[in-house]
């Protein structure tokens, strides 16, 4: 599986964004996306079943940010409302081709064995 992300920009604390990922290739069971701010650890955000359309998010997301897919596509978004200034990291999208949906497994990076490139998501205070 190929995986393209895009969308990334600069906003201001309590705009939105949306990510999108387009995927080629391969079908999968679960997509996700996660983040890495500078100097941190890549983090967990949120992840989709592309069969069941179950759904997980971090709670630092939750409320604010919603995942959702396009089969037709191939295609998941992030949609990110309310942004704050810790929302400020990369993006990448990631596919796990795994078939079934399994919460725990679906937060994990190990799970997953396709990445995007990354897009910058900048949020200013």
């Known amino acids: 599986v190929q995986l393209q992300a895009s969308g990334g920009g600069l906003v201001q604390a309590g705009a939105s964004l949306r990510l999108s990922c387009a995927a080629s290739g391969r079908t999968f069971g679960t997509m996700g996306w996660f983040r890495q701010a500078p100097g941190k650890e890549r983090e967990f955000v949120a992840a989709i079943s592309w069969t069941t359309n179950s759904k997980a998010y971090a709670d630092s997301v939750k409320g604010r940010f919603t995942i959702s897919r396009d089969n037709a596509q191939n295609t998941m978004y992030l949609q990110m409302n309310s942004l704050k200034p810790e929302d400020t990291a990369v993006y990448y999208c990631?596919?796990?081709?795994?078939?079934?949906?399994?919460?725990?497994?679906?937060?994990?990076?190990?799970?997953?064995?396709?990445w995007g490139q990354g897009t910058q998501v900048t949020v200013s205070s």
């Open positions: 990631a596919a796990d081709q795994s078939t079934g949906w399994n919460l725990v497994r679906a937060k994990k990076q190990q799970a997953y064995n396709s």
